[in-house]
């Protein structure tokens, strides 16, 4: 994997770089779909690559390890070939959903060890065992395993759980540099920071991630519950500290306006569940603001659900047809809804490279941040 | 509306024939998918163009009347702009759901009391107001009010209910011929033949709607539990009354064997719910006989759902991915299933129309009837 740095913004740290992977370019800064089971819900992969524009998507290892399985994954040579998906795809540790999606888990210095939510059977997660699973779903990018603290999170717990993490990164780095990729193309581990909202914890965990020289650093344990206010010192913080010339991926980031001003803060990745789970909700992002589409002042607007983002769903479909849809708890609401916020946060990393490109992302940043949170 | 007799099978009584409605053609033998709510299920308008090539869709008068409503739909100009399917649409004339979905309806000779499944709001439907609802969803093919007696049924009941069915019709029409369609486009009516399984009501009911001299006649009351031999007679009957110069529709029919068996005997237009409601479970119909999708032996299979049938969703997803989509009850698995059997459905019935164009339809049908149904 190779990062180019192409620009950078002169009134804010924002970057706009260009990430090459095996399975293709991502333009930076990219929001990454989240494609959980190896599907994003609701969304066909033709949909994702052509109207939503999709250039890397992400895989949750504690799903596919559980569902299909390793055994399927691997026969069919990977995630990619399993689900069609031929562009770049990451895969996070396994460790955030066993950590929260399990209920009985016991944290040990091996690993977790966790229950399936599917069928209770018991399991181990070390960091051994994770890169070697990441080997065989095939992802590009593949993430250490790491213990996302929760927020609130004592002092001694955020700096004890900081030093596991670091140990188990070592062990990861081990593991994946003895090991190769299966299918043929080269794969590339992200280390994550972690230290919770503890300004010396951040600091002490950026720099030992950055002293691993990895390709591309990650930070995680934010966007956990924290004040958004938290959140940007953090990652201001952190990114003072991480490479410039390395990519740097914020987990789990968020609001459209989050990602604008982490974008600000000098951060190229990103991923979320909330375009779609909100969109499966009826909570629509558009270029003139916030939509609730269940809400009756929508039933009989039937202008376009955002006809200045353009793309075949959000052009064709009205509002008053999608307020229908979600009302009558119908297939189609969620997938037109999950295209439409999907299209739309590909659309908003895309103007913000070109504001970043022209030189113009700090100003333009602010305006967007307070028209997209506007509620209509 | 239109219709053109194009050819006529030597070896059956199956035609091919071309309807021309205000919406567009539709060449026959047809099988129309089921939009219930304004939407074909987990299909999006885009792919039932241009991947399934439906050719005319069905809509259900008492859920849209219910929902979204007669004032919206009238606002929106009709059905075809409120879900942006442009190509012709036929509505059932909520009778059927009526009798079947509400739980205390009171059926009397001014039309049948009944309760919104939704809110439990009362209700009552009138040959009279059918016909106007019809008018204002605005389908291009309207159907007359009707009981759809069920399987089995009393002679005298089936009777009775025959005699009210013809009295309702001709109330309909004489309100359908008062009145003209809302959007600046012609509408036509379609009556019901009814009887049950008893050849005299059948033949009484069949001589009776042939008498009112409509632009096309349906078949109803049969696919209700009937034994499949026992429906063919009935349709069989019926068609030999039924003018051979007007489209005949059989209403609520069928697996693609009863399609088959059904175009041999002079049917022209069908709908069903079963490949889309059977997709959602997982049952799919190819070209190479019936699919249970979750089951073991399927998990790696990697090869196309089915690639002799060709299109993008069945040529593209595997077996083995769809069998884990449906297993982790993912949203594309219905999608998927969705298009894929009303495109087999669509193929299906062009097969017939060129078979029988060829003068080889019988031979055909009978190879195909045992290939289709076989359980893979």
């Avoid at 390793?70 to 770049?88: M, Q, R, S, T, V």
């Avoid at 600091?203 to 966007?223: D, F, K, V």
């Avoid at 200045?308 to 229908?324: C, I, M, N, P």
């Amino acid at each position: 994997m190779t990062f180019e740095l192409q620009a950078q913004d002169p009134g804010s740290n924002a970057r706009a770089g260009k990430v090459t992977t095996a399975h293709g370019v991502i333009e930076t800064p990219i929001f990454m779909p989240v494609g959980t089971a190896a599907t994003v819900k609701a969304v066909h992969q033709r949909e994702l690559k052509e109207d939503i524009q999709a250039q890397i998507i992400l895989g949750n290892t504690y799903h596919l390890y559980l569902r299909p399985g390793l055994d399927i994954l691997e026969k069919a040579g990977g995630l990619h070939k399993f689900n069609g998906w031929d562009k770049p795809i990451l895969t996070d540790s396994g460790g955030y959903q066993v950590f929260s999606l399990s209920g009985t888990r016991k944290i040990i210095e091996e690993g977790v060890k966790f229950k399936s939510h599917i069928d209770g059977s018991t399991h181990l997660f070390t960091p051994e065992n994770v890169m070697d699973t990441q080997r065989t779903i095939g992802a590009d990018i593949i993430m250490a395993f790491d213990e996302c603290t929760p927020y609130p999170c004592e002092y001694d717990y955020a700096k004890n759980s900081m030093h596991r993490t670091h140990r188990w990164l070592k062990r990861c780095c081990e593991r994946f540099d003895s090991t190769e990729g299966k299918y043929g193309f080269d794969q590339t581990l992200f280390p994550i920071v972690q230290g919770s909202t503890f300004r010396d914890l951040r600091t002490q965990s950026a720099e030992y991630i950055a002293s691993m020289n990895r390709e591309g650093n990650a930070i995680g344990g934010l966007s956990v519950g924290e004040p958004a206010e938290m959140m940007y010192e953090m990652t201001d913080l952190v990114c003072s500290i991480l490479p410039k010339d390395k990519p740097r991926y914020l987990m789990g980031v968020g609001t459209p306006a989050n990602i604008l001003e982490n974008i600000a803060l000098g951060v190229d990745m990103f991923d979320c569940v909330l375009p779609t789970r909100n969109a499966r909700n009826g909570m629509l992002f558009t270029t003139q603001g916030i939509i609730n589409i269940r809400n009756q002042r929508w039933k009989d607007d039937f202008s376009p659900i955002d006809a200045e983002l353009g793309g075949y769903t959000s052009t064709f479909y009205s509002k008053a047809y999608l307020r229908h849809l979600i009302h009558a708890q119908e297939y189609l609401a969620g997938m037109i809804a999950s295209v439409h916020n999907l299209t739309f946060y590909l659309w908003l990393v895309k103007q913000a490279r070109e504001q970043i490109k022209a030189g113009t992302f700090a100003a333009w940043k602010n305006v967007m941040v307070e028209k997209l949170m506007t509620r209509l």
